[in-house]
């Protein structure tokens, strides 16, 4: 089974428990190709979860889910050759300059010998990093640092791209950027993008449509203007509050701070 011929993506009771904690629960989803759809919801929710069991490197509990048509259990190799991934942590090698990290990537995803520096300076030029490619990466700014990651990510020309936390620890005007570019990913080449976010106005600003989770769970779904509408909010705070409510000290741990502190700082 692949599910209808313009879903992107779809998850059938996807569920993962960890020493008897249910992380992700039962999780139904249907991601229309090319449009860009938001996970949300506070720490401990389910998001990272989840987007490591479609990018195939957590196992599900029980469910199953389809990438691209390819299913995360029997097609993993599909799953991984239809998809580019940009984590929180950082993944861009300061040692190397743009160009450097392009070609190490580009020989990682297979691409011919032949068509490498073609499709590198493609990457480059879109993501507007053509002229810092000779650059060392330690000297780029976080901006440009995410951007050479989401670069990296398009390498293969994938049809689908998750994103986990794309603009942790930037500053206004590098995420502006990164959300500029993500939007003409989806215009102009069609591309499905899952990100992960915390930030309310980039939820807003890029998402077609939004799952805001809650407790392993989706508490609701629907795009910002309908949330909007259904918790009578005037803001993407007001819907995470209406349908969230007041989040107890439980939801976020010693590890989960350490890790989007570490993220933010590396992106600085």
Same mark, same amino acid.
């Given at each position: 089974?692949?599910?209808?011929?313009?879903?992107?993506?779809?998850?059938?009771?996807?569920?993962?428990?960890?020493?008897?904690?249910?992380?992700? /629960?039962?999780?139904?989803?249907?991601?229309?190709?090319?449009?860009?759809?938001?996970?949300?919801?506070?720490?401990?929710?389910?998001?990272?979860?989840?987007?490591?069991?479609?990018?195939?490197?957590? @196992?599900?509990?029980?469910?199953?889910?389809?990438?691209?048509?390819?299913?995360?259990?029997?097609?993993?190799?599909?799953? $991984?050759?239809?998809?580019?991934?940009?984590? +929180?942590?950082?993944?861009?090698?300061?040692?190397?300059?743009?160009?450097?990290?392009?070609?190490?990537?580009?020989?990682?995803?297979?691409?011919?010998?032949?068509? $490498?520096?073609?499709?590198?300076?493609?990457?480059? $030029?879109?993501?507007?990093?053509?002229?810092?490619?000779?650059?060392?990466? @330690?000297?780029? @700014?976080?901006?440009?640092?995410? $951007?050479?990651?989401?670069?990296?990510?398009?390498?293969?020309?994938?049809?689908? &791209?998750?994103?986990?936390?794309?603009?942790?620890?930037?500053?206004?005007?590098?995420?502006?950027?990164?959300? /500029?570019?993500?939007?003409?990913?989806?215009?102009?080449?069609?591309?499905?993008?899952?990100?992960?976010?915390?930030?309310?106005?980039?939820?807003? +600003?890029?998402?077609? /449509?939004?799952? &805001?989770?809650?407790?392993?769970?989706?508490?609701?779904?629907?795009?910002?203007?309908?949330?909007?509408?259904?918790?009578?909010?005037?803001?993407? /705070?007001?819907?995470?509050?209406?349908?969230?409510?007041?989040? @107890?000290?439980?939801?976020?741990?010693?590890?989960?701070?350490?890790?989007?502190?570490?993220?933010?700082?590396?992106?600085?």
């Amino acid at each position: 089974m692949s599910g209808p011929a313009n879903s992107a993506i779809i998850t059938e009771n996807l569920t993962r428990e960890f020493k008897g904690r249910v992380a992700v /629960d039962s999780l139904n989803l249907t991601i229309s190709s090319g449009t860009v759809f938001g996970l949300l919801g506070p720490n401990g929710a389910g998001k990272s979860t989840t987007i490591k069991m479609l990018t195939t490197m957590l @196992s599900p509990t029980r469910g199953s889910a389809f990438v691209a048509g390819h299913s995360i259990l029997s097609d993993p190799v599909g799953v $991984r050759k239809s998809m580019g991934y940009v984590s +929180q942590m950082l993944s861009a090698d300061g040692a190397l300059t743009g160009f450097e990290n392009l070609m190490l990537f580009a020989r990682i995803y297979g691409i011919p010998k032949s068509e $490498r520096r073609m499709r590198i300076e493609e990457v480059l $030029r879109f993501m507007g990093l053509l002229e810092s490619s000779s650059q060392m990466v @330690s000297s780029y @700014s976080g901006g440009m640092i995410r $951007r050479l990651e989401i670069a990296q990510s398009m390498m293969h020309h994938p049809p689908i &791209l998750f994103l986990d936390e794309p603009t942790v620890g930037l500053d206004p005007l590098a995420r502006h950027l990164v959300w /500029d570019k993500l939007q003409e990913l989806k215009t102009l080449f069609g591309t499905t993008i899952l990100l992960t976010t915390h930030d309310m106005d980039e939820a807003d +600003q890029l998402c077609d /449509d939004i799952a &805001l989770m809650h407790s392993a769970k989706i508490a609701v779904i629907g795009s910002p203007q309908e949330l909007k509408l259904q918790a009578g909010a005037d803001s993407m /705070d007001g819907v995470f509050i209406h349908f969230v409510g007041e989040i @107890s000290d439980s939801t976020t741990n010693y590890h989960d701070i350490k890790e989007t502190r570490r993220a933010a700082r590396l992106m600085d």
